[in-house]
């Protein structure tokens, strides 16, 4: 399977603003998204699910309990009723009726000034409509969004089956040590099942060794996650990863500007 590159028209380090600048707006919500452009950084990271009208919500977790106090799935509900949902106001009276957007809502707003890394997020390896309309609708985007957009996911049968319908979009496989992630794929074994182009491991995983490992001998780039600290994001950078993901894109930008590297080549 073909491999495609990461982002190489965009300056390096990357720096992608985890949920939007989840650190001073709700997560994952086109305030967080807007605030993350504010504060200079380049490219935001998002999820998203496939609600059972067919749009693509953006949204985290499997429910909106812990951002709304609903407990319904979002696969369960129609985006009618979705957008009636405050996601706002649990971080903030401030944010009081900020709504889940849909992913349409993000591309038309940030495409192609941003780069955007999108995570699929879904539990089935099969029959999954979640990598196939997210492949349609970044064909209807077109090179707004083909050069501007990475895909990744826990879930490795996911990307696969993304990336069968979009190879020339880079992907990642995302990994971490946690109960909810099956033990075979917690230390990245998923990167053989999706045959992505770059990986995404909790910045934990990633020392100079394993940096050597993944990246010069199978030669993927590595973009860990979830980095807050500077001096963290600094040696993250100087081991070798092409960016960094990060709730505080507001605290990064003196470590981006010391170690940038211009355009891949």
């Known amino acids: 399977m073909s491999s495609a590159s990461l982002l190489p028209d965009r300056r390096r380090p990357l720096l992608f603003a985890h949920r939007g600048c989840s650190s001073l707006a709700p997560e994952n919500t086109m305030a967080a998204f807007k605030k993350a452009r504010e504060t200079g950084?380049?490219?935001?990271?998002?999820?998203?699910?496939?609600?059972?009208?067919?749009e693509l919500v953006?949204?985290?977790?499997?429910?909106?309990?812990?951002?709304?106090?609903?407990?319904?799935?979002?696969?369960?509900?129609?985006?009618?009723?979705i957008k009636s949902i405050d996601v706002g106001s649990f971080f903030s009276p401030n944010f009081s009726g900020?709504?889940?957007?849909?992913?349409?809502?993000?591309?038309?707003?940030?495409?192609?000034?941003?780069?955007i890394d999108i995570e699929l997020k879904t539990r089935k390896t099969k029959n999954d409509p979640l990598p196939g309309l997210l492949?349609?609708?970044?064909?209807?985007?077109?090179?707004?969004a083909e050069k501007?957009?990475?895909?990744?996911?826990?879930?490795?049968?996911?990307?696969?089956a993304f990336k069968k319908l979009c190879p020339q979009i880079p992907t990642a496989i995302i990994w971490c040590i946690d109960p909810e992630v099956p033990p075979i794929l917690r230390r990245g074994f998923g990167r053989f099942l999706s045959h992505c182009d770059y990986l995404k491991p909790e910045h934990v995983q990633v020392n100079r060794f394993s940096h050597f490992r993944l990246s010069v001998l199978e030669k993927k780039p590595i973009v860990p996650w979830t980095i807050d600290d500077p001096a963290l994001a600094k040696r993250m950078l100087q081991t070798g990863c092409q960016g960094i993901i990060s709730n505080r894109p507001q605290d990064m930008g003196v470590v981006i500007k010391s170690t940038a590297q211009g355009v891949a080549s």
């Open 41 to 54: 950084a380049p490219g935001i990271e998002l999820d998203i699910h496939v609600c059972t009208s067919g």
């Open 58 to 81: 953006v949204a985290h977790d499997d429910t909106f309990q812990r951002t709304a106090g609903d407990s319904r799935t979002v696969e369960s509900l129609r985006y009618g009723e």
């Open 98 to 115: 900020e709504r889940a957007p849909l992913l349409d809502n993000v591309l038309e707003e940030f495409c192609p000034g941003m780069y």
């Open 135 to 144: 492949a349609e609708k970044i064909r209807q985007f077109g090179d707004r």
């Open 148 to 160: 501007s957009i990475t895909v990744s996911s826990f879930n490795p049968f996911a990307l696969l």
